[in-house]
């Protein structure tokens, strides 16, 4: 009988050590900040992870946000050691205070969604508020205008020399110089707008020849016959663990329509539709984590309905 139980127990002892052996993810800095500057040359930096725990921890997956790449140095840490993480950031267009984040997807189980950040504050030599025009949601006969303020640092030489838009359906109203290093550009709607987004850009060049070019992005958005609700997505900046949204879309005149496809902003993220009666369906968005690149950036639905071949759901990262 004894003999019965102690061959139990010893075959039950390595369940045992095996069920303790977890991995233990920690990095001492999570968070670096390079402090200023502007945006002429990448970002680099190490981060250093290591593993606390008894059992191997297995990085699966690195997510990056847009304009980032990274090197790990390998994706299976044993108990005690550590691992480089060198990530390269691209601060090409980007202005103001930055919060870039990088996900690792690992088998810690009380960690599974990791972030690393890097923060800073890029003053670039050229900058543009608002980095693109966006008119939003608008009707087909709107008549309005949009200002976007060209600022030059001070010690580059520069001036706007002529400018020219690419859309028919926007006008360039004027462009004034407000200061040595200052300008106003000022954009029109100038004809009816399709229903649907719009697009645009204007070119602006000057006669320095290193930043012979500079170019503002134009869009508005028509809604039609299909809408969608929320009309946008916000996400918590500061969330460390993927978001689920969920998303309604339907006729506003009751008529059948079907949804075509669905283009995602972030490759990562998962989509699913259930179809909610003949005039709407439900979509739920998984896998969320808010980069901050994914700010500006929209959800685009695609319908078969003639008057509403596309909508798109602009993304917004609270800070």
């Not at 006008?171 to 290093?181: Q, W």
Request: aromatic content about 6%; proline content about 5%.
């Amino acid at each position: 009988m004894y003999r019965i139980i102690l061959i139990a127990l010893l075959a039950f002892i390595p369940i045992l050590i095996w069920a303790g052996e977890v991995p233990v993810l920690e990095c001492i800095d999570p968070i670096f900040n390079f402090g200023q500057s502007n945006g002429e040359r990448p970002i680099e930096h190490i981060f250093n992870i290591s593993n606390k725990g008894s059992g191997a921890l297995e990085i699966r997956e690195v997510r990056a946000c847009c304009g980032a790449s990274y090197i790990l140095g390998t994706n299976n840490i044993i108990s005690g050691k550590s691992a480089d993480l060198k990530v390269m950031l691209s601060l090409s267009g980007r202005s103001g205070e930055q919060r870039k984040s990088f996900y690792l997807i690992t088998n810690d189980p009380a960690q599974p969604v990791y972030q690393l950040r890097i923060d800073g504050k890029v003053a670039p030599l050229i900058k543009c508020e608002p980095a693109v025009m966006d008119f939003g949601f608008v009707s087909t006969n709107t008549v309005t205008g949009m200002t976007c303020r060209v600022t030059v640092c001070p010690d580059l030489s520069l001036s706007i020399t002529n400018s020219v838009i690419s859309s028919k359906v926007f006008r360039i109203s004027e462009v004034l110089k407000l200061a040595k290093n200052i300008y106003e550009v000022k954009i029109v709607i100038a004809a009816n707008l399709d229903q649907g987004v719009s697009r645009g850009k204007v070119t602006l060049f000057t006669d320095n020849l290193k930043y012979g070019v500079v170019e503002l992005p134009i869009m508005a958005t028509v809604s039609g016959e299909v809408v969608v609700v929320p009309k946008e997505i916000r996400l918590d900046g500061k969330a460390k663990q993927p978001a689920t949204i969920y998303i309604a879309i339907r006729s506003r005149t009751g008529s059948n329509f079907t949804v075509n496809d669905i283009e995602l902003p972030d490759k990562a993220m998962k989509i699913s539709i259930d179809r909610m009666g003949n005039t709407g369906y439900r979509l739920k968005l998984s896998n969320v984590l808010p980069f901050d690149d994914l700010g500006g950036k929209p959800l685009v639905i695609h319908t078969d309905n003639l008057n509403t071949r596309s909508i798109q759901v602009p993304i917004i990262v609270m800070p």
